[in-house]
């Protein structure tokens, strides 16, 4: 079984306020992107991952991926698998990857195995796995609130746009992003913005992280006032950071060498 994990990008991303749990309430619409990873899922004797593409740190076992597989075998008794991941997505980038690896391996198990698992069930155990994990489980465009694991799919394409994302390998620490945050002022909802006409979105449709994120890393926002100055109708920072990335009503081209810029096109 081959399934293709993808990316995604936050559109407006607002932090409420922080939770007893620790966690953060959070606003923000979440659209799915044509970057992809590769996932392969095949019955096995014994369980293996195995990982090839962009290299992944840290010891396999706390693997989002392999997370997900135990998930899934504690609470069904499924078999063991082999499981291969080709990495294209960068990690730490604010634009999901890591979390739709999981996600899609959840989704692979419950078709593999035949386990007539709900959305509903399956968003479940993902939220299980990390905050934006069940928005991978249908990766359709969505409004997201509280951590991330109440979503609301809303009526929103992009198909016909061009995206440009520019990611340049800096590591933005979630603590970092956090740090100095002021919660947004709710007087004009995300979900009234996001009605709004593509043109009308730069300077209403914000990322709260935006502005500690971009006084410690300044290339950041160099890199948003290039988009912008290229043509983009809509830029942002996506996520927590560090990929920037902006919207374009015709094919941009790549600017520079330097950094890695990824040119994708919105299916009609």
Same mark, same amino acid.
């Given at each position: 079984m081959i399934l293709y994990p993808p990316a995604k990008i936050n559109i407006g991303l607002y932090v409420i306020n922080?939770?007893?749990?620790?966690?953060?309430?959070?606003?923000?619409?979440?659209?799915?992107?044509?970057?992809?990873?590769?996932?392969?899922?095949?019955?096995?004797?014994?369980?293996?991952?195995?990982?090839?593409?962009?290299?992944?740190?840290g010891n396999p076992d706390t693997n989002l991926c392999v997370k997900a597989f135990h998930l899934?075998?504690?609470?069904?008794?499924?078999?063991?698998?082999?499981?291969?991941?080709?990495?294209?997505?960068?990690?730490g980038a604010g634009i999901g990857?890591?979390?739709?690896?999981?996600?899609?391996?959840?989704?692979?198990?419950?078709?593999?195995?035949?386990?007539?698992?709900?959305?509903?069930?399956?968003?479940?155990?993902?939220a299980q796995l990390g905050s934006d994990c069940p928005f991978f489980i249908t990766d359709k465009p969505k409004f997201t +609130?509280?951590?991330? =694991?109440?979503?609301? @799919?809303?009526? $929103?394409?992009l198909n016909g746009y061009f995206l440009k994302l520019i990611n340049d390998g800096t590591h933005v620490s979630t603590a970092d992003a956090f740090l100095d945050l002021i919660p947004s002022d709710l007087s004009n909802h995300l979900t009234d913005k996001i009605q709004l006409p593509l043109r009308?979105?730069?300077?209403k449709i914000t990322n709260d992280?935006?502005?500690?994120?971009?006084?410690?890393?300044?290339?950041?926002?160099t890199y948003k006032d290039k988009l912008l100055s290229e043509g983009a109708i809509y830029a942002s920072m996506s996520g927590s950071g560090s990929s920037v990335y902006g919207i374009f009503e015709?094919?941009? +081209?790549?600017?520079? =060498?330097?950094?890695? @810029?990824?040119? $994708?096109?919105?299916?009609n």
């Open positions: 922080k939770r007893l749990d620790g966690y953060h309430n959070l606003e923000s619409v979440m659209v799915p992107i044509p970057l992809y990873d590769i996932l392969e899922l095949q019955p096995a004797d014994n369980f293996s991952f195995s990982t090839s593409g962009i290299p992944i740190p899934m075998k504690e609470k069904y008794a499924i078999a063991d698998v082999a499981m291969h991941l080709h990495k294209v997505i960068p990690m990857g890591g979390s739709a690896d999981a996600a899609f391996v959840l989704r692979g198990l419950n078709d593999l195995f035949s386990l007539h698992l709900t959305i509903k069930e399956l968003e479940e155990l993902a +609130e509280g951590r991330g =694991e109440i979503m609301k @799919e809303i009526s $929103l394409s009308e979105w730069q300077g992280f935006e502005k500690t994120i971009f006084s410690k890393y300044p290339h950041l926002k015709e094919a941009p +081209e790549r600017t520079s =060498e330097a950094v890695t @810029e990824v040119i $994708l096109a919105f299916d």
